[in-house]
């Protein structure tokens, strides 16, 4: 009888320490929010609207604040185009690396480019943390052509220390981007895609917008940043991140701020890696 009762205490020890794993820092409060179902909207507040159209003044001031909206809305896709004076009338042909033939940069726009080369590439490798009890390993393959769409697709695992153990679950996405404006010394571009999460064996998923850009001031400095915004489960997700290189041939070490919220659960770490140029 006594055997039976140890058994039983040892079971629910065992369990109870694992949801104290779970629910006890940062990584058991993203779990919780990914996991949770989207509750599709509370009560339908369909109250009476008043249109009443007060005079003609409502209307140029509601054009006025559509014309301000739109210009806002769409300055990061315009104002790009116009830094770098992309006529979409040249393409361009990569280097091996950022200032190995072009001291100005990475690029070298021409009407003829060398077809022997339509990709460009770079893989990166990255080790952070938040400085306390959260280390992140991540990676990254970026992939671009001539025409200029591409690929990019990105990892990373999250570990972290908690109460009666170790914590850990491994994020990422992949998109297809589309470079809309490209000079010899600044790249821009923007994509979808997907986001992806793996825990522990329970996989979610959902939609991603990214946009990001390349700039490359003087030889041997990269200064490279990106944003991502979308879902994940039933949780909404959004991610930026900046970092500062320099290069040594074809291999940039670099570092940097990367900053994920997931549905308001804030993990802010610095990083340090390298990326090779190919």
Sequence with gaps: MAGRWLIVIVVAASISGRSNVDAAGILGRVRGEVNESSSGGGSDQGGNSSSSCDDEDDGLFGDVATWITLRVVTSPFTLPIVFTDDQYERDAAFD??????????????TESPDSSREWAGRLSIDSGGNFDDLFTLSGRLQLEHRNRFGIDASWTNLNERVPGGRDDMTLGDANVVFRFAQSETALF????????????????????????????????????????????????????????????????????????????VDIPTGVAGLRVWY
Excluded: C, M
């Design 96 to 109: 091996g690396a950022p200032y190995q033939s072009n001291p100005k940069g990475y690029v070298t726009l």
């Design 189 to 264: 571009y923007t994509g979808l895609g997907f986001n992806w999460l793996e825990d522990h064996g329970d996989f979610d998923a959902g939609f991603n917008f990214t946009y990001g850009a390349d700039w490359f001031p003087a030889k041997p400095l990269v200064v490279s940043s990106s944003i991502d915004l979308g879902g994940l489960g039933g949780a909404s997700f959004f991610r930026s991140r900046t970092t500062v290189g320099a290069l040594i041939e074809r291999f940039e070490i670099y570092t940097g701020f990367d900053y994920l919220n997931v549905e308001g």
